[in-house]
């Protein structure tokens, strides 16, 4: 039996064996697994019963997990985790799952047990979401008061530099792309150019000059994330 509470697991899954072994896995750990064997279904499910953890295969009738990722992300009231099943193990496949707002990635064929500690890491991750304070290694963001300190020392940010901050450590580890970021902070109304750029510069200087290790890491060709430096 498992020792954390039971997972509501959604699976969209297209391949009939593999969702009665991932069933099999799941149910036997005292978790509840759901189904969809089309992406269509699958998103519809995910945005009418949030589940704990989505796990998304890539090919897929109809719709294929990427859209659906993206679909879910620009639909959903709340950031659902979402692990992506892929047969292919190219980076570039990889690159364009996260950029679909994916969480995580796992090729196939995997061990049934590797998709069952990374789906309760992902769950776990949510449930830190819902909390006040967040906590990153030696970073903490107190939400109520927009209070935040690194090794104990106090970060002054201006309102954008923030909300950036904010956006990835509500993410993480997730890396948010770009566009995810300037959707956060501005919604329909991101001003012209690189917006970004003079508060990623602002956020960088408070958060990790001081420290020997930077915080915030861009993910060339992706975006930027967050890492912890316990
Ligand atoms: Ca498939």
């Known amino acids: 039996m498992t020792t954390s509470p039971p997972l509501r697991l959604l699976v969209v899954e297209d391949h009939h064996a593999l969702r009665a072994n991932i069933a099999a896995l799941f149910e036997a750990h005292g978790h509840v697994v759901d189904f969809a064997a089309d992406g269509r279904s ?3 499910m995910a945005l009418d019963a949030p589940p704990d953890v989505l796990v998304l295969d890539l090919g897929l009738p109809g719709m294929d997990g990427l859209d659906v990722c993206a679909e879910l992300r ?4 709340r950031h659902i985790p979402v692990l992506m099943l892929t047969a292919r193990d190219a980076l570039d496949d990889k690159l364009l799952g996260f950029r679909h707002g994916a969480d995580d990635y796992l090729v196939k064929p995997f061990a049934g047990e590797e998709l069952l ?3 309760l890491a992902l769950s776990r991750r949510h449930l830190v979401g819902d909390r006040h304070v967040i906590e990153i290694g030696r970073l903490r963001i107190d939400r109520r008061n927009g209070l935040v300190e690194r090794e104990g020392q106090r970060i002054e940010l201006a309102h954008s530099p923030y909300r950036i901050l904010l ?10 792309t770009r566009s995810e970021l300037v959707h956060r902070l501005w919604g329909d109304d991101a001003p012209p150019s690189d917006p970004l750029r003079s508060h990623l510069y602002a956020l960088r200087q408070a958060l990790d000059r001081p420290f020997p290790r930077p915080m915030l890491v861009t993910v060339h060709g992706v975006g930027f994330r967050l890492e912890a430096d316990a």
Request: with cysteine; aromatic share 4%.
């Open 74 to 77: 620009a639909r959903a009231d």
């Open 117 to 119: 500690a990374r789906c």
């Open 42 to 44: 699958g998103l519809r």
């Open 167 to 176: 956006a990835l450590a509500e993410a993480w580890p997730r890396t948010l």
